[in-house]
């Protein structure tokens, strides 16, 4: 089974500084996909930004962008130019290739001050 | 983009009786959904895999007779809570594989027992 861990259970960020995220994970596969999920206070589940694991070259989607490194198992989300609309509950996801199932870490609750 | 439309976003049913959750897709065919129950401030845990025209399948230490999956068509199905307790009181949550690996969840379902 694979294992998704979050450390941070809660950041706090400036509006329009950056914050980082952070997210390990626990496998013996090497083909697999790492996503980054916000769920913000409607509770709906959004999609950030997805990582397939063959691809050296970094994601990124306009504010969001991810350090994947995999020998380390590390897969760090970071938030530039912070906006009030990003405060949320971040979940980072695991998923080996051809299961369709994700595997999700704890959470951590992102907060953006005015 | 695909949308997931889940009914209803809030129920509060009596102890001892069934309730009904529906997972639709509108603009694609989901042959596969994902049911998930989160408790307050914290993750998605992955309760069983819904597959179109066959039986689900259920993650370890959930009661497939208690939740009942029906995945009866392309675009529909259905987590029925059977003889609802207060300790199944959660948030519900689904999702839809759209292909290449991408998933889209359903708003959710706050279930109150009393």
């Known amino acids: 089974a694979q294992t998704v861990t979050q450390s941070q259970p809660e950041m706090s960020v400036q509006e329009a500084e950056t914050v980082t995220l952070s997210c390990t994970y626990d496998?013996?596969?090497?083909?697999?996909?790492l996503f980054w999920y916000k769920q913000p206070p409607s509770r709906q589940m959004i999609l950030v930004i997805r990582?397939?694991?063959?691809?050296?070259q970094n994601a990124t989607e306009n504010r969001f962008s991810v350090n994947f490194q995999k020998a380390a198992k590390s897969f760090s989300l970071k938030i530039s130019d912070s906006q009030l609309g990003d405060t949320a509950m971040y979940f980072c996801a695991f998923m080996k290739q051809n299961d369709y199932k994700l595997s999700f870490g704890a959470g951590t609750t992102v907060t953006v001050r005015a | 983009g695909a949308v997931v439309s889940q009914h209803p976003s809030r129920v509060i049913c009596k102890s001892g009786t069934s309730v009904k959750i529906e997972c639709r897709s509108l603009d694609f065919q989901a042959t596969t959904m994902f049911w998930y129950r989160q408790f307050p401030k914290q993750s998605l845990m992955l309760m069983a895999t819904?597959?179109?025209?066959?039986?689900?399948?259920?993650e370890q230490g959930v009661e497939k007779d208690k939740f009942l999956i029906n995945h009866a068509s392309l675009t529909l199905s259905t987590l029925t809570v059977t003889s609802a307790h207060p300790e199944d009181s959660s948030f519900y949550i689904c999702s839809a594989e759209q292909g290449n690996y991408g998933y889209t969840f359903g708003s959710g379902t706050r279930l109150t027992v009393v």
């Open positions: 496998t013996s596969e090497n083909n697999y996909y």
């Open positions: 990582q397939e694991a063959y691809k050296q």
């Open positions: 819904s597959n179109e025209g066959s039986k689900a399948t259920y």
